[in-house]
């Protein structure tokens, strides 16, 4: 039987460690309360666990199966704690954010063998899932390296994970762009279809908004040098050409900061970087990752 641990019993080292991460401790418990909620609804127990002989004390390696970037293994170890409460050891964590190697062993936890075995998927679910997006970002980083630009994540996240997604972004060396819709503003072709032009499109919304950051997509040279005449400086520039890219820096002279966005690809990332754009923006780095390969191998003591 799991001990559902309540947020006010959990070690306020691991509820302080995920607020300094820029995460909202209380937003995390619930996704993990949530997340067994799924695996044991209405108070289930794990039927099959429950149905073997009494098991003893074990404890589980988790290890990367591949190189890679750590995130999430904080909330892996809530995920015990949550579990097991104080039964639960964790050791040997590594910090998110750290570069690993396949073989290497990245968090060890202890406790009852049988609540190991029933916490076991959630926890690799979160640790998995967000080491892939830290490690897709590596990997953009990695193509950018020598250059000025910064590899930008999108509000193409799963629902109610952006922040989770938003963080294992920054484990692996990108730049968080807005959270939500409210706490930047960003004009896209729809909106400019419905203001009747890319500068009327841009006015508007910055004089709603006074204070707020006002980012507008433009498709083309005309609508770049338009909105530098409106005093716009943060354009994205959308589905351009590497040789049109060039020419909007030419153009924009440091009077905007620049986003290259539309399609882009890792193979295609140094490029455009070198083309002097401030940064570059990938839906992929969220709306379709790839998990990494961590596995949990776990021995009883």
């Not at 460690?17 to 794990?46: I, K, N, T, W």
């Not at 040997?92 to 396949?102: E, I, K, M, N, Y």
């Not at 009327?200 to 707020?212: E, H, I, K, Q, S």
């Not at 005309?222 to 020419?247: F, K, P, S, V, W």
Request: glycine letters at 8%.
């Amino acid at each position: 039987m799991i001990a559902r641990t309540s947020y006010a019993d959990l070690s306020r080292t691991l509820v302080e460690e995920l607020s300094e991460a820029g995460l909202d401790p209380r937003s995390v418990y619930e996704m993990v309360v949530a997340a067994f909620e799924e695996d044991l609804p209405d108070g289930a127990v794990d039927a099959t666990s429950a149905a073997l002989p009494p098991l003893g004390h074990g404890t589980g390696d988790f290890a990367a199966r591949e190189d890679g970037v750590v995130a999430g293994l904080g909330i892996a170890a809530l995920v015990f704690a949550y579990a097991l409460g104080e039964r639960a050891e964790v050791t040997d964590r590594l910090p998110d954010g750290t570069h690993v190697r396949a073989g290497d062993v990245v968090m060890r936890v202890s406790g009852p063998f049988s609540e190991l075995l029933t916490a076991e998927r959630t926890a690799l679910n979160f640790a998995s899932h967000l080491s892939g997006v830290a490690t897709a970002t590596s990997h953009w980083v990695t193509a950018l390296a020598g250059t000025s630009a910064k590899v930008l994540d999108t509000r193409k996240t799963l629902p109610t994970y952006r922040a989770l997604q938003k963080y294992a972004v920054r484990c692996g060396g990108g730049v968080n762009h807005r959270f939500s819709l409210a706490d930047r503003a960003m004009v896209k072709d729809n909106h400019v279809v419905a203001a009747g032009g890319v500068v009327p499109a841009y006015v508007a919304v910055r004089d709603a908004n006074p204070g707020l950051r006002v980012e507008v997509e433009v498709t083309d040279l005309d609508q770049l040098r338009a909105l530098l005449e409106a005093g716009c400086t943060e354009i994205l520039l959308d589905n351009m050409d590497t040789a049109t890219m060039a020419e909007a820096v030419r153009i924009t002279a440091g009077r905007a900061t620049l986003e290259a966005s539309g399609g882009l690809t890792l193979d295609r990332a140094r490029e455009v970087a070198e083309t002097g754009v401030d940064f570059i923006s990938s839906g992929a780095l969220t709306h379709s990752v790839k998990v990494f390969d961590l596995g949990l191998d776990l021995h009883e003591d």
